[in-house]
Nanobody
Framework: QVQLAESGGGLVQPGGSLRLSCAASRSIFSFNAMGWYRQAPGKERELVARITTGGSTNYADSVKGRFTISRDNGKNTVYLQMNSLKPEDTAVYYC?????????WGQGTQVTVSS
């Protein structure tokens, strides 16, 4: 069974930064892609950033230029560096891992941007 463990969420002021981590229980190269999604209260879950095994990345328009997804292959960990945070970034952030016929989710970590 694949496990994804997120960490790094918290409360931050507007304009601040946070780095989320997602540690996978097996090699991240066993997945076609990994990514970060978020879900705000009353809204649908949405893609924030995604990175493929080949290293290609894509971002939601709302976070381009502010967020960066990266990975550490040796630690089986994917990161989401979030800069210039805005109140509208407030949400539960979920780590995601994709295989051809399966999708895996972490338990989520809360990010709150507020003064």
């Amino acid at each position: 069974q694949v496990q994804l463990a997120e960490s790094g969420g918290g409360l931050v002021q507007p304009g601040g930064s946070l780095r989320l981590s997602c540690a996978a229980s097996r090699s991240i190269f066993s997945f076609n892609a990994m990514g970060w999604y978020r879900q705000a209260p009353g809204k649908e879950r949405e893609l924030v950033a995604r990175i493929t095994t080949g290293g290609s990345t894509n971002y939601a328009d709302s976070v381009k230029g502010r967020f960066t997804i990266s990975r550490d292959n040796g630690k089986n960990t994917v990161y989401l560096q979030m800069n210039s945070l805005k109140p509208e970034d407030t949400a539960v952030y979920y780590c995601n891992a994709e295989r051809e016929f399966s999708t895996y989710w972490g338990q989520g970590t809360q990010v709150t941007v507020s003064s």
